[in-house]
């Protein structure tokens, strides 16, 4: 067979790759004698060893190729690495083409720059074992598994020019998100997108098991690939002389496949789904480590994968550690100064061409904002509070419609949803474009495009994981959900809001596009789907990150959602969530104080309000629909005890009620006091679970006093009224829990208790009867309460 | 070709197909006149319409067509329906089948009875419209999609004898979860397990979109399933005679197959893997509905998902309803009273045979108590408290390896973790029972048998798929995972749970065993893999949970463990939460004590306090590092001042902290007072976010003088007491912070800030150097106290 590299290049290459494995196996081990230049003792080694050796020398293998053909044909490429436990190797490829100690200048590339480089690795203060937002050329965190090629198409979505190489570990590939992320290319579009490269390192084992995937027989591997819709090239073996011709073989071969697609693709301008390559690397985990450790098997088991030498109180280890060490021949790889010797730091690419200085993954550094519409032109005329109806996310969605037009140009917008942006009502968008389809459009199918910058797909894993890709890489994006769904992602999005926060103390880290969430379709209007679809609980795992990088908004209202949707499609590094209904619902605010509510996050609502100052309850409200229930508690109690002074708040940005201490949006305690008093009882409708409002004002004045009315997973098919009414958040009993804590009306309290009763058992029976609500409930409408009443 | 099925036996079974449909758009459109014994009217159809029609008729074809294999092979079989939101089509299937009104005996059949089940379908108070825990034979939830074929596999584990069917729809089919579900025949044993019997279902639509799958080519979607191990029988078309033939006889063929494969297995003994059949129906979405409404083209597209017809103030709409369900000729298939015709009716099965009363979904029914092993043998010797170090879940490992060896003959007992059993340290029960492995067994694999009853894959989705699956089905398990990535299943943790708390209120379902999670390798001890392995976020999800169903254990020791994993082996019908690490750690109690602790839930710890009865401070904790830092911060109080009357109190069970009005295992006021104190100021060191001990007691007397240090998302690769002190619950803050808020202690403030900022400095100092933490905590131990401080 013909081979690709001559004897020299592939004498030069093999010698990179043992530098990467020397540096990789360097920093699991040494705190110094970096180059072995003294016999190796054991206060050399580290006194804990904390990394993973197993996977680096495949990924480094990959590196050392990928580097070659950049060379070559002047490559914009980009590497994603799954097994991103791998640290250590990324962190070395780096350092070897010298992007690293561009960001890390004191990582100088010598004796000196060395020693740091072992020592700082997995230890304290220094870097972190697994490949994070520290490394250069990273857009993903290789802690938790099974994002790896999700993120590579999201990155190459809308870059033509550019390869993602995504090495996907066969520990990973077992995952739910990453066995469904092979169907990705389905989404991209050869003419306008540019292309992933899917490795597959088949390096057969986990922690402690061997893998799926590993163990098929080769008929059925290659029939999953192929159904998949890719053709893989598979190199095998362990023998490196022979793998780096068979490598460079493959490489070149896929790489003139992905070419040739691309070209006749934008040759016609007609989109098509080529079978596109892949590769298969099979090698042994641990290659070139330690092969048997105190008589059994290490390199090519599960043994190889975290440190396979350890506890070095035995002397025989030391000398293996040594011997395997030396075996990389450090001596012919760096120069008198420990600088990587000049004929190999030629094999690495240049400039930006390094894939650790690729700006695509430093997404900031290409990020442009978007050309935004003037949100107020969306604004739903409110001559005054309560006088309309509107859907708030069909208002929204004729926002997003311009957002994308005005940006189709650039094409740096995408919108991404589980099959659900029409039925979110977000459809407007479908004006400027279509939903992605690659494979065959059917007369009755609506707004399929193979150019549609709509993603849609049922497969919550994707959507985040596509957005999380587009947007590191320096793009713009909204994602909207089924709310109880969005728990599918929650552990992606504990790793996300981790990036961010990291990349905030990153130096070279430039900012990146916010992650908008829309929930919608919310617990308060699944009365129709029931019980399953309803959990407000995304919330809850939101609050729990850090306030550098979370923001959450419920505004109660369509004019609050688009001022609110206009702020986070500006804003830089954070997580946005926004809750919001999608049914028609009475509108509060006209744009002016829409606008003015939602800068201040939170406020007293005059024109709802009675209490001169001085009320004698304080009835709040987050979301929509407990802000709909608060108002039409609050009618209740102003016809039933006119003298009842009550003061309406309204929090749409839920983060002001946190001490200011711990969130930069929370209020200060005085404004906090002037919005909620000192000691007055707070009746509060909200939209999560009630605990959320409680763990976040304890530290405010007599928390104590707060009376928080939401979900208590109470709920089922049923009728939406009832869904409050279920959960404590109905009108009624608002009201009802108004007069209990105000104590100058005691007195009313068993009157009010019985006409309480007696109305719901009123609504029990209507409902039963009629299955739908209560005719006063349907045809309720809020309007200009009576001149506010005279103290008592 | 053969024609299966004779001309008269495909007549009826058509017919009882035409009655299935029937009554699943009945049940989505009629409020009366259920048999169309008058003309149809307005006033018949429901004033909401809430319900999916488009995927019934292909369930209902499954459904007649599996009845007719079970009565013909005597089949113990029970169908896992993917489109849960067919929700119709499985209550219509027990109806006509006899076992829905043996559940409900109100739901008559008769004329009246049908009135009552349209009725009672999606009305208030009535039955979801999705697959429920309200309809029988079902062992799963149909709202949130993605789980069916996990859960099958779970349900036909250890039950050689079952047949489980399961419908994966082709939106389902693109969700994480159920992309890598195919692979679970990988773990199925064809001697000892049962089969599963994979039906894709691709009616081509989602809500809005085409599938994935349904537009593969042939050739494509063949290579797909080969790849995932199964042989596909296809079953396409529209014309329902020819479906018929063709699908009688592709289940002929398969179930031909599974028998032959079973009985070769277990005719040898010899596990192997075959390629099992599957069956891939393409039937149009919404077959046999309305084909156009309004010009448009319904049947067989996207518009069919929910209600084809709507909007019944226009009369031809309700003339078009009319001809729909008349066209099923409701007259040929029910009797003068209202009954399915006994013709018809014999064509289901009987007794337990019948789907929907199979007991294997109704696990409850079959569930036989674990033979529990004496958790007190597995006692570590705790002379006196601190004086010994374990491994907790080393520990618990010994445990397990009994209760596994205790039921290895029952077969009812599994235990799950995605590849983390040994570095979870649970490797004990590798004595009994290997991991569960069918392909190729090589010689550096440790522990693999087929016969292992440890499930481990790296999905943390198929562990928890399985596992719900092998508890509904009425058995027993346990699963570990790292503590971090639990929250990759948090959405299926929330459909679980809601599944047992809609259980509770179902008379007839019998409570199954509890699912328990054990989450080790924790927040506190992920200091080598840093910030992405570091999440204690999972409580918070599970504190959302109605009470009921939830509980949270925070075992500070071993023999705690041992304690709190004996009892919710033994409960039923909970999720139980246990958090315990997995380092060596100082053991506290002996036996006895801990098991007196954990029945207590807290308690005060008198052999740590000082207090007389009357604290100047509570140091409180809950979690083994907290206990642990909190247990060093007294031990540096009481040589700091030893007049400071301290009183530690330890909580294992977390729910004693809410109100009891919340929880029932909440501590009455009272109680609470007993041990918080009224008054005096509590240093809680918490294993997870502060915030959730917040939320918990923000009820309790004086909520204010809680100072809870817990996980701030602060976190890297460092030290494990590094970890603390980012965190600051490292015993110097505890310490520093008891003082500050010890009032007669006013005057030591200073000075004690001062020297906690003298070690602080000499900590970051002596990591950064040395990679490890102080000696002093490194070898810190608790000693004997000195008698107690006289009071100031």
Redesign the interface.
């Known amino acids: 067979m013909h081979s690709p590299l001559s004897p020299q290049l592939l004498q030069r290459m093999d010698a990179y790759w043992r530098a990467a494995n020397y540096l990789s196996a360097g920093q699991i081990y040494l705190?110094d004698n970096p180059l072995l230049e003294q016999p190796l003792r054991h206060e050399h080694i580290?006194?804990?060893l904390?990394g993973h050796w197993g996977t680096a020398p495949g990924l480094n293998m990959l590196y050392v190729h990928l580097n070659r053909l950049i060379r070559q044909h002047d490559l914009n490429m980009i590497f994603v690495t799954g097994p991103g436990?791998g640290g250590p190797a990324l962190v070395a490829q780096t350092y070897l083409e010298g992007s690293y100690t561009e960001r890390y200048p004191a990582i100088e590339r010598n004796r000196e720059g060395l020693a740091r480089l072992f020592r700082q690795f997995?230890?304290?203060?220094?870097?972190?074992?697994?490949v994070?937002p520290e490394t250069p050329g990273s857009i993903h965190?290789?802690?938790?598994?099974?994002y790896s090629l999700a993120h590579a198409y999201g990155a190459a979505f809308d870059n033509p020019d550019l390869i993602v190489a995504c090495v996907v570990g066969d520990?990973?590939a077992?995952?739910?998100?990453?066995?469904?992320?092979w169907?990705s290319n389905?989404f991209l579009n050869p003419v306008r997108d540019g292309a992933v490269l899917p490795i597959l390192h088949l390096n057969g084992y986990?922690?402690?098991?061997?893998?799926?995937l590993s163990?098929?027989d080769h008929t059925?591997?290659?029939?999953?690939?192929?159904?998949?819709?890719y053709e893989p090239w598979f190199v095998e073996g362990s023998e490196p002389s022979a793998i780096h011709q068979q490598l460079a073989r493959a490489l070149n071969e896929m790489l003139e496949r992905i070419q040739a697609e691309q070209r006749t693709a934008r040759a016609k301008g007609i989109a098509h789904r080529p079978r596109w390559p892949m590769l298969v690397l099979r090698t042994p985990k641990g290659w070139t480590g330690p092969g048997v450790v105190d008589g059994e098997?290490v390199e090519?088991?599960?043994?190889a994968h975290q440190v396979p030498l350890a506890h070095f109180d035995n002397a025989a280890h030391v000398a293996q550690l040594e011997a395997w060490l030396k075996s990389y021949r450090p001596e012919e790889l760096f120069d008198a100064d420990g600088k990587l010797q000049d004929t190999l730091a030629a094999l690495a690419p240049t400039g930006n061409r390094r894939m650790g200085a690729n700006p695509h993954a430093n997404g900031g550094e290409l990020l442009t904002p978007l050309d935004m519409p003037a949100f107020r032109d969306h604004a739903i005329a409110v001559p005054r509070p309560g006088a309309v109806e509107a859907e708030s996310t069909r208002v929204l969605g004729g926002f997003l419609r311009d957002v994308m037009r005005l940006n189709l140009a650039p094409a740096n917008f995408r919108l991404f949803g589980p099959?659900?942006?029409?039925?979110n009502r977000l459809d407007a968008v479908y004006d400027i474009s279509g939903?992605m389809?690659l494979?065959?459009i059917?007369?009755?199918?609506?707004h399929?495009s193979a150019d549609g910058r709509v993603m849609?797909?049922?497969?919550?894993?994707?959507c985040e994981g596509w957005l999380e890709g587009y947007l590191l890489s320096g793009r713009h994006g909204f994602f909207s959900c089924y709310e109880?769904?969005i728990?599918?992602v929650?552990?992606m999005f504990?790793?996300h809001a981790?990036w961010l926060?990291?990349s905030q103390r990153v130096p070279w880290r430039v900012p990146v596009a916010s992650l908008n969430y829309l929930l919608t379709s919310h617990v308060w209007r699944q009365d129709?789907?029931?019980?399953?679809?309803q959990?407000p609980?995304f919330l809850?795992?939101v609050?729990?990150?850090?306030a550098e990088v979370v923001r959450i908004y419920l505004p109660p209202d369509a004019n609050c959602l688009l001022s609110v949707a206009n702020h986070c499609l500006r804003s830089r590094g954070y997580i946005n969530l926004i809750v919001a209904g999608k049914q028609p619902a009475w509108q509060w605010l006209d744009m002016d104080a829409a606008t003015r509510h939602c800068e201040a996050g939170a406020g007293i609502w005059d024109w709802a309000s009675n209490d001169d100052g001085d009320p004698d309850v304080v009835m709040a409200c987050a979301g929509d629909v407990p802000t709909q229930e608060c108002l039409a508690a609050v009618s209740l109690l102003r016809d039933y005890l006119p003298t009842l002074r009550i003061r309406v708040v309204n929090v749409v940005d839920l983060m002001v009620l946190e001490p200011r201490s711990q969130h930069p949006h929370g209020l200060s305690d005085r404004d906090f006091e002037r919005i909620f008093t000192q000691d007055v009882p707070v009746i509060f409708a909200f939209h999560g679970?009630p605990?959320?409002i409680?763990?976040?004002i304890?530290?405010r004045s007599r928390?104590?006093r707060f009376h928080v009315h939401g979900y208590?997973?109470e709920g089922?098919?049923?009728?939406p009224f009832?869904m409050a009414v279920l959960n404590h958040l109905d009108r009624y009993q608002l009201s009802l829990d108004a007069i209990r804590h105000a104590e100058r009306f005691a007195d009313h309290v068993e009157e009010a208790t019985q006409r309480y009763e007696a109305i719901m058992e009123k609504h029990?029976l209507y409902?039963?009867e009629?299955?739908?609500d209560l005719p006063e409930v349907r045809h309720w409408q809020w309007r200009v309460p009576a001149p506010a009443a005279s103290s008592a």
Request: glycine share 10%; aromatic share 6%.
């Open positions: 705190r580290k006194p804990r904390l436990h997995s230890w304290p203060h220094g870097v972190p074992s697994h994070s965190e290789g802690g938790e598994l099974g520990g990973e077992e995952t739910g998100a990453l066995a469904t992320s169907h389905k986990k922690i402690a098991n061997p893998t799926i163990r098929l059925e591997l290659v029939a999953l690939l192929h159904g998949y819709g098997q090519g088991t599960w043994r099959d659900e942006t029409a039925s939903k389809w494979d065959r059917e007369a009755s199918d609506n399929l849609e797909v049922l497969s919550e894993h994707l109880a769904f728990h599918i929650d552990s504990n790793q981790k926060r990291t129709h789907n029931g019980l399953s679809h959990d609980g809850d795992v609050a729990n990150k850090r679970y605990s959320l409680h763990k976040m304890y530290r928390p104590e208590q997973e089922t098919t049923t009728t009832d029990r409902i039963g009629h299955g739908e």
